[in-house]
């Protein structure tokens, strides 16, 4: 197994992706192909004992930044680490990509060089969403803004497809969201899409509402691209808020504050739980290929365990697991 | 001043209702009728010392529930307690009205009986949500889950109105939901509404994130009511999460239970930071009366704050706010 890394991808690339990249070959003994200016990640390298791993590096000379129009630099930076590392998935030579750059970018580079799989409408941007009952799978976070109930039913099948294949989770529970749980809820385009994903074969469970996504209600929560967007955003925001009040009124008082203290590896577990790093990367649902994403501010552990997801992605059979449901469904 | 309260209204009705009906009348000094059956209401207030104070009891002999469809119950229930106050501010006996019970129902209730203020396309419901920097006014949170840019044009003009008469934010800053700050990101109807928002004379910022929101970027946050609803309730749930993985990571262990314990005064202040019955009631704007809205587990606190509410909504001149801007607007 081979995974292709966009070196040069994240906030704190190449110094963070290149120790991400060390790590993953060496706790889950693969192959991580280094994409991204030679000279430089050479130098990241020889930071690190890399005796017995499998590191290749592949040039690429061209970076897509944060700042970058995601199409217009997909198209115009041919030789950059994203599009280089599309075509290694595509060409075969890797079995999966993983990048924690501009996620448009990133989007655009697998439209362009990989395609979608055949059926497919619209591919969907993902996350993975800590609740109450472990994670789930919200889709989409932000590629399609203006969604048809077709797309909806296929956010539905292919992430229903990502549960069960990379998750291990059996008959997934997928659920829409809504602004209430009774079926008839919720704007034109959330009443038809219900309408299809009842009769379609999934493990439909009707709306969920939003405080239902944390409560863990769904294992795939599919939604538009502008409110799977706010509901990833608004936790982040809202996370940092609720922890930074906690902490505010615990450094108030000398008694609280020596409290917090003790209790402090109780919220360091708890920030475990909330922590992206601690899943890493994303899928890009829809695209012919295994292509994850990451978190811009990813640090090396998020690159290491994005690295790992790719690798789930691409054992697990998860493309031919949506063709398949495609299939089923004549569609 | 004179304030109606539906005391029928809210899942500890009327036992809350009647206790902070009586303790916003010694609190802010005002008149507070008390709509809903009489001889219960009776039986509650002689449970309390009502000495020197205005508490009138107007019989409604019926009570539109949380099962309730709402259009059809605000037509069939004529003598409900929600029916029978929207009458008392049609007619002038009452300066506001306040109800914890079915939102929908009250909506409903206020557009037979109150109607819209001239120019007003949809009322919306409203929330105050806790923000670092005070708390924000979001709309709309449910009323309308397909909107129209213009709506939410309107929106931003009531919100805003809102913000400066009951809040006291001199020229509020207002932003749309978006999945991106750039200009241009967002779906079609975001897209159209930033232009007639940037066109307005209102203090438009542009768009806000989800991440925006609890770190209060914006005073009046403007979106479709169902991405508002989701909004709100993850917000909830959220809390809720959070919160619970932090209390069970404390009693995990001794050490972090004793911490926990030490610190519980701090949780407590954290808590009242992020509680709704701090702030009691959320207008419903755009009918032609102060209407104001709070949460079916409201206690007997949420229930004196939200007839506050009505009391700052009707001393302040909202209504003539809103009036005022929509005239300003030539809308």
């Known amino acids: 197994m081979r995974i292709a890394l966009d070196a040069m991808g994240g906030d704190h690339a190449p110094q963070v992706t290149v120790e991400g990249a060390v790590w993953a070959a060496r706790e889950y003994g693969l192959e991580v192909a280094l994409v991204g200016r030679e000279e430089l990640l050479a130098a990241e390298l020889a930071k690190h004992d890399t005796a017995g791993l499998s590191l290749p590096l592949i040039q690429a000379s061209e970076v897509i930044d944060m700042k970058d129009e995601p199409a217009a630099a997909a198209k115009a930076k041919q030789d950059s680490s994203m599009v280089v590392g599309m075509n290694l998935v595509k060409g075969g030579q890797a079995d999966g990509f993983f990048s924690a750059g501009n996620s448009g970018g990133?989007?655009?580079?697998?439209?362009?060089?990989?395609?979608?799989?055949?059926?497919?409408?619209?591919?969907?941007?993902?996350?993975?969403?800590?609740?109450?009952?472990?994670?789930?799978?919200?889709?989409?976070?932000g590629a399609n803004t203006d969604c048809k109930a077709e797309w909806l039913l296929q956010f539905g099948i292919m992430g229903s497809a990502y549960a069960e294949t990379a998750l291990g989770i059996q008959r997934p529970k997928v659920g829409i969201v809504s602004n209430g749980e009774e079926e008839g809820k919720g704007s034109t385009l959330v009443k038809e899409a219900y309408v299809l994903l009842k009769e379609s074969p999934l493990n439909f469970i009707g709306n969920v509402e939003g405080k239902d996504i944390p409560a863990g209600?769904?294992?795939?929560?599919?939604?538009?691209?502008?409110?799977?967007?706010?509901?990833?955003?608004?936790?982040?925001?809202?996370?940092?808020?609720?922890?930074?009040?906690?902490?505010?009124?615990?450094?108030?008082?000398?008694?609280?504050?020596?409290?917090g203290a003790l209790a402090r590896p109780a919220f360091k577990r708890a920030k475990k739980v909330l922590d992206y790093s601690e899943v890493g990367g994303a899928p890009l649902l829809g695209v012919n290929g295994v292509v994850l994403v990451g978190h811009g501010r990813s640090d090396a552990k998020a690159i290491k365990n994005g690295i790992g997801a790719a690798q789930r992605g691409a054992s697990g059979g998860m493309l031919a697991a949506i063709a398949a449901s495609l299939a089923d469904m004549g569609l």
Not at 121 to 134: D, F, I, Q, W
Not at 226 to 244: P, Q, Y
């Open 106 to 141: 990133v989007m655009a580079a697998a439209l362009f060089r990989l395609g979608r799989l055949p059926g497919i409408k619209r591919p969907a941007l993902t996350a993975l969403y800590p609740t109450a009952r472990g994670s789930c799978v919200v889709l989409d976070i």
């Open 217 to 259: 209600l769904a294992d795939v929560v599919v939604t538009d691209g502008l409110t799977g967007n706010v509901i990833i955003k608004l936790s982040e925001g809202l996370t940092k808020f609720l922890t930074g009040v906690i902490e505010k009124e615990i450094r108030s008082s000398a008694l609280t504050a020596l409290g």
